[in-house]
């Protein structure tokens, strides 16, 4: 993960690569390393975009995760084995290029090649967050069980001992249901 | 909607009323939410985007949780209407620079915007003065849940709310504050700071989002990973550590004053008295003399002048606003005259009862 913060203002300092004038003060922050730059203009727009290429937020991220297969692209076979979507006919390298995905099937087409990806930026590649409404009664049961566990492990993480025996009370109850001929008929 | 009706107004999160209002800025939930069995806008080809439009607009009109919205065609906008929104931070500098049928629903309170074929079918956000995100999520929720009602929604159990960039799949939400840090920037301890929201997965940005720069003190801290983790998981872990960030700055803001009051009196006084008489002013030097005037107040060194007076002038000096307010197109130069003229006026005659 990586932070660029810029300010510009003119003072005494110095371009750090040519002699002129610094007017771009950049604090950049990578895997907790804090490292101040002062550039000029051209030096600064340089600089810039070296390391942005004015690519989604979490390009580095992305890019990352890119490196292993880095070495392998460029050659032309290899658009033939990167998997394509069925649905909206972008490949996996053309995602790879933009950071933008073609549409929500894209999740399924390049399942495999994604997972390493979601661990890389988020840690984890299971939802516990909010499910809609209109989701099928047995995910939405399924979802509280998932949330209901995620809560325990925090509680048990925080030392809430008392939090975590009724959760685990709550998520014993919601299995049972589940195992119960009347809520599979649902 | 009539954009010249806000040139008179400030917007919510310059409105300084809710808690922390002197150091929180304001506080902003976002959610990314896209149709299901539709390209995401990037791929999406003319008449795919004005179906997702048309459905969208559709659903904004119903006024979902009860919140009244006017619709905004983004297309159809001028450049400096749609610069003047992103500058009220009512879209994104995305949203400004896409091609293709896109817009905006939005509250008059100026709290509530939702942007359609943005880099997602459908960004939400919700808007509150202050250290104020409970009140945000509960509103977006709310919102969410009723266009949830009459759509589809790309949803997987695995992986949760599918968004256009794996960044933010999951939740798809963005929680994030503005805050005004002077005194940490003017110690150097910052740094300390961005450090350690890095160790807990908070990102670090200027005033107007990703790539922006850091203009006159204000920096936004948001979450980063959106996937396993719930809301109110991630809401928590903000909520949990502006607190801290919170003490931090009005440590240093004492200690100064303490150790230096006279250099510190010295240096508010000087931005102020550069904002009164300077003939000409760039936005970004005028942002750098606000934020010091701006601490000045809130350390009682500088009595004559009110916190929302500023904030005012925060907003009505960026560009499109000050042509807006002038009613004309200007050049650099003439802009950064203009700015110093509205500026002088608006320090100088006392401020109307309001």
């Known amino acids: 993960m990586r932070v660029l913060l810029r300010e510009r203002r003119t003072g005494m300092k110095k371009c750090g690569r040519c002699s002129k004038p610094a007017m771009l003060h950049i604090t950049e922050i990578r895997h907790g390393e804090v490292q101040a730059l002062h550039l000029c203009e051209s030096c600064a727009k340089e600089y810039l975009n070296e390391s942005e290429a004015g690519g989604p937020p979490s390009d580095e991220d992305l890019s990352s995760a890119e490196g292993a297969e880095a070495p392998e692209s460029g050659e032309s076979e290899d658009d033939d084995e990167s998997p394509v979507c069925p649905h909206c006919g972008i490949s996996f390298k053309e995602f790879r290029k933009q950071g933008r995905l073609g549409c929500p099937h894209d999740y399924t087409a390049f399942h495999d090649e994604l997972m390493p990806l979601l661990e890389n930026i988020h840690g984890e590649t299971q939802h516990v967050g909010k499910v809609p409404k209109r989701a099928p009664k047995a995910s939405q049961h399924q979802f509280r069980l998932i949330r209901l566990r995620n809560r325990l492990k925090a509680a048990v993480d925080e030392e809430m001992y008392e939090e975590a025996a009724r959760l685990r009370d709550e998520i014993q109850n919601l299995e049972a249901e589940a195992g119960s001929p009347g809520a599979a008929s649902q | 909607m009539d954009l010249d009706i806000l040139t008179h107004t400030s917007g919510e999160w310059l409105r300084a009323t809710g808690p922390d209002s002197d150091i929180v800025m304001s506080s902003r939930i976002r959610l990314a939410r896209n149709l299901a069995e539709f390209p995401f806008p990037s791929r999406a080809s003319d008449s795919v985007r004005s179906e997702v439009e048309r459905l969208l607009r559709g659903e904004i009109a119903k006024s979902p949780a009860g919140k009244k919205l006017q619709y905004l065609q983004i297309d159809a906008l001028e450049t400096l209407d749609r610069q003047f929104l992103v ?14 049928q896109r817009g905006v629903g939005i509250s008059p309170e100026e709290n509530v915007s939702l942007m359609v074929n943005e880099e997602d079918h459908l960004r939400m956000q919700v808007l509150r003065s202050g250290f104020a995100l409970d009140d945000c999520w509960r509103d977006i929720d709310a919102i969410d849940d009723a266009i949830e009602s009459a759509v589809t929604y790309a949803f997987s159990e695995q992986l949760g709310y599918l ?15 503005l805050l005004h840090l002077p005194g940490l920037v003017m110690t150097k301890e910052i740094q300390k700071v961005f450090q350690a929201l890095q160790k807990i997965g908070l990102a670090v940005r200027g005033l107007y989002g990703e790539g922006s720069q850091a203009m006159g003190d204000f920096y936004q801290i948001s979450n980063q990973a959106t996937l396993g983790k719930s809301e109110e998981q991630i809401i ?12 931090y700055e009005r440590k240093v803001r004492s200690t ?19 904002l009164k008489h300077a003939r000409q002013i760039s936005s970004e030097e005028t942002m750098h003399l606000l934020s010091s005037v701006r601490m000045g107040i809130n350390l009682g060194l500088i009595h004559d002048l009110e916190i929302p007076t500023l904030n005012e002038l925060f907003i009505h000096t960026q560009p499109a606003h000050l042509q807006k ?22 320090l100088t005659v006392p401020p109307s009862a309001n």
């Not at chain 2, 500058?87 to 293709?100: A, D, K, T």
């Not at chain 2, 968004?163 to 504050?177: E, H, K, L």
């Open chain 2, 87 to 100: 500058e009220r931070q009512l879209i994104s500098r995305e949203l400004s620079e896409n091609h293709g």
């Open chain 2, 256 to 274: 100064l004053v303490q150790e230096n009051r006279q250099n510190l009196h010295d240096q508010v006084s000087r931005a102020l008295g550069n």
């Open chain 2, 236 to 247: 928590k872990t903000i909520k949990d550590v502006v607190p801290n960030i919170l003490a």
């Open chain 2, 325 to 346: 307010l002038r009613h004309e197109r200007m050049e650099t130069a003439e802009r950064n005259a203009a700015r110093a003229d509205y500026i002088r006026q608006r």
């Open chain 2, 163 to 177: 968004t256009a960039c794996p960044t933010n799949v999951g939740t798809g939400i963005r929680v994030s504050v």
